[in-house]
């Protein structure tokens, strides 16, 4: 029976515990080793998770006292701390990462996977928009609340509504878009590094050193992300603590858009908590449930960061650790992810799309419907993976329709509560992304189809062991002249 890669420290512990010391499985130091062996290996989620709990009792505890805006800034800090580090972190890691993952990948592999990932992402962010647009039909965010303004919540109008617009036109201006938003271009630099992967594996020997130089980067800034994550629970703590301080009537603005915050989690609830782990299953054959538990502090990162980007370190480190992936899938794969696959995003997008119609009095037709549904799924594409980024193309959506872009004041408004569902869930279809092409990939070496083929480069005569280089390179040792020729053959071009 073949041995799930899955195997994380939830079930290790399980298994190793009874055999761990000279007591009866059953005894009372028996259990007390089980119990401390859980906490150390799971200490930094406990952790994680302490802290989310801990930030919302402090910010409750603390929204009586009346602290000033600097007060409240002071209290944030720490949590700023965190977002920076992480940030700080996302250049060298996508980079590294996608450089190292194309040159380990064969031409046939690379496109094979890439194939499968981009299938994967499009379908499942296409799904999400159809089921988010189902459910606001269904349920209707907007229907009961024609008369809230955005001047009930104290918001500003944010323009004059746009001139309607043919639906051609608003399908074209997706590509030359020229928002501006705070932050790195992250698409470009997922192109840029996959199409330099390929190059440096085209280049073969030449290319050796630049390679094994982007793999002791990636490797040096996993170290990092290692350490940035237990500094984790305590920026998690503040930043929860500090959002809950800046919010001035909570009851309000629930009580008010509560039918759109509901719809919007129920629908990224049954997205991920059904339809993503159901697609798991379906291709692995195996307990999506257990896959995820091994990515807690991931998931918490998301739920208090809100950034895709910001929980892309920590979702690298857990997924390879606890969940057993391979990094070259997982190090190809998730910076890809981080970058185009927005299933919650394209949630929320297309029921505040419907819920603003609807608060607008404007029935909306099978065309505009569509519309919806392909613009939601489009604009994900290289959307900004920062707090609130998801606002952003919502009013790409609203002006395809022809609705006024003046209400994405009322989603701003309570974005900071929906957005933390949103980020959980778009991370979620990332790993289990991942998981599947970890599991096809195996299935695909059980057949006798090697589909990871790794880089091939001579030795350098001065090099250090094999053990101080990354897996994705392979060093061999010619015996002599003659040892050449046969390699110089082997090379394969990637055009």
Same mark, same amino acid.
């Given at each position: 029976?073949?041995?799930?890669?899955?195997?994380?420290?939830?079930?290790?512990?399980?298994?190793?515990?009874?055999?761990?010391?000279?007591?009866?499985?059953?005894s009372?130091?028996?259990?007390?080793?089980?119990c401390a &062996?859980? $906490?150390?290996?799971? @200490?930094l989620?406990? #952790?994680?998770?302490?802290?989310?709990? =801990?930030? /919302?009792?402090?910010? +409750?505890?603390l929204?009586?006292?009346g602290?000033s805006?600097?007060?409240?800034?002071?209290?944030?800090?720490?949590?700023?701390?965190l977002?920076?580090?992480?940030?700080?972190?996302?250049?060298p890691?996508?980079?590294?990462?996608?450089?190292?993952?194309?040159a380990?990948?064969?031409a046939?592999?690379? &496109?094979? $996977?890439?194939g499968? @990932?981009?299938?994967? #992402?499009?379908?499942?962010?296409?799904? =999400?928009? /159809?089921?988010?647009? +189902?459910?606001?039909?269904?349920?209707k965010p907007?229907?009961?609340?024609?008369?809230?303004?955005?001047?009930?919540?104290?918001?500003?109008?944010?323009?004059?509504?746009?001139?309607?617009?043919?639906?051609?036109?608003?399908?074209?201006?997706?590509?030359?878009?020229?928002?501006?938003i705070?932050g790195?271009?992250? $698409?470009?630099?997922?192109?840029?590094?996959?199409?330099?992967?390929?190059a440096?594996?085209?280049?073969?020997?030449?290319?050796?050193?630049?390679?094994?130089?982007?793999?002791a980067?990636?490797?040096?800034?996993?170290?990092?992300?290692?350490?940035?994550?237990?500094?984790v629970?305590?920026?998690?703590?503040?930043?929860?603590g500090?959002?809950?301080?800046?919010?001035?009537?909570?009851i309000?603005?629930?009580?008010s858009?509560?039918?759109?915050?509901?719809?919007?989690?129920?629908?990224h609830?049954?997205?991920?908590?059904?339809?993503?782990?159901?697609?798991?299953?379906?291709?692995?054959?195996?307990?999506?449930?257990?896959?995820?538990l091994?990515?807690?502090?991931?998931?918490?990162?998301?739920f208090?960061?809100?950034?895709?980007?910001?929980?892309l370190?920590s979702?690298?480190?857990?997924?390879?650790?606890?969940?057993?992936v391979?990094?070259?899938?997982?190090?190809f794969?998730?910076?890809?992810?981080?970058?185009?696959?927005?299933?919650g995003?394209?949630?929320?997008?297309?029921?505040?799309?419907?819920?603003?119609?609807?608060?607008?009095?404007?029935?909306?037709?099978a065309?505009?419907?569509?519309?919806?549904?392909?613009?939601?799924t489009?604009?994900?594409?290289?959307?900004?993976?920062?707090?609130?980024?998801?606002v952003l193309?919502?009013?790409?959506?609203?002006?395809?329709?022809?609705?006024p872009?003046?209400d994405?004041?009322?989603?701003?408004?309570?974005?900071?509560?929906?957005?933390?569902?949103?980020?959980?869930?778009?991370?979620?279809?990332?790993a289990?992304?991942?998981?599947?092409?970890?599991?096809?990939?195996?299935?695909?070496v059980?057949?006798?189809?090697?589909?990871?083929?790794?880089?091939?480069?001579?030795?350098?005569?001065?090099?250090?062991?094999?053990?101080?280089?990354?897996?994705l390179?392979?060093h061999?040792?010619?015996?002599?002249?003659?040892?050449?020729?046969?390699?110089?053959?082997?090379?394969e071009?990637v055009?």
């Amino acid at each position: 029976m073949e041995k799930s890669s899955e195997t994380n420290g939830y079930l290790d512990g399980a298994q190793a515990g009874p055999a761990a010391g000279p007591g009866a499985p059953g005894s009372a130091a028996g259990h007390a080793r089980r119990c401390a &062996g859980f $906490l150390r290996r799971h @200490a930094l989620v406990l #952790f994680t998770v302490s802290g989310v709990v =801990a930030g /919302a009792g402090l910010g +409750a505890a603390l929204r009586g006292l009346g602290l000033s805006r600097t007060q409240v800034a002071y209290l944030s800090f720490p949590g700023e701390m965190l977002l920076r580090m992480l940030r700080m972190i996302i250049l060298p890691l996508v980079v590294c990462s996608l450089v190292s993952g194309a040159a380990s990948l064969d031409a046939s592999s690379l &496109g094979r $996977l890439g194939g499968i @990932a981009i299938a994967y #992402f499009g379908l499942t962010t296409l799904g =999400a928009s /159809a089921l988010a647009v +189902a459910l606001a039909f269904i349920i209707k965010p907007g229907s009961g609340a024609q008369t809230l303004q955005s001047s009930d919540l104290g918001l500003e109008e944010s323009g004059p509504p746009p001139v309607p617009k043919e639906t051609v036109d608003s399908f074209l201006d997706l590509i030359p878009i020229g928002t501006e938003i705070e932050g790195m271009n992250i $698409l470009g630099l997922v192109l840029f590094a996959l199409v330099l992967g390929v190059a440096l594996k085209k280049l073969g020997s030449e290319g050796e050193e630049l390679i094994r130089f982007f793999n002791a980067f990636n490797e040096a800034t996993m170290v990092l992300v290692s350490w940035i994550m237990w500094y984790v629970p305590v920026g998690i703590m503040f930043l929860v603590g500090s959002k809950i301080l800046e919010m001035k009537d909570i009851i309000v603005l629930v009580t008010s858009l509560g039918k759109y915050i509901f719809t919007s989690i129920l629908g990224h609830f049954i997205h991920g908590g059904i339809v993503l782990p159901l697609i798991y299953f379906v291709f692995t054959r195996k307990n999506p449930f257990r896959f995820l538990l091994g990515l807690l502090t991931p998931f918490a990162t998301a739920f208090a960061t809100c950034s895709s980007s910001a929980t892309l370190p920590s979702m690298m480190k857990c997924i390879e650790e606890n969940n057993g992936v391979d990094k070259r899938i997982s190090r190809f794969i998730l910076p890809i992810g981080a970058t185009v696959n927005m299933d919650g995003a394209a949630i929320f997008q297309c029921v505040a799309a419907v819920f603003i119609a609807q608060l607008n009095n404007v029935e909306l037709k099978a065309g505009q419907i569509f519309t919806i549904l392909v613009t939601a799924t489009a604009s994900s594409v290289g959307a900004a993976g920062v707090p609130a980024g998801g606002v952003l193309t919502i009013a790409i959506i609203l002006e395809a329709i022809g609705l006024p872009t003046h209400d994405l004041s009322l989603i701003l408004a309570v974005d900071w509560i929906v957005d933390r569902t949103t980020t959980v869930v778009n991370v979620e279809g990332d790993a289990l992304g991942a998981g599947i092409l970890h599991h096809l990939n195996q299935k695909a070496v059980k057949k006798g189809e090697q589909e990871l083929s790794e880089v091939k480069v001579e030795a350098v005569p001065n090099c250090k062991s094999e053990e101080e280089t990354s897996p994705l390179v392979t060093h061999q040792n010619p015996a002599g002249p003659a040892a050449g020729a046969p390699e110089l053959e082997s090379k394969e071009s990637v055009l």
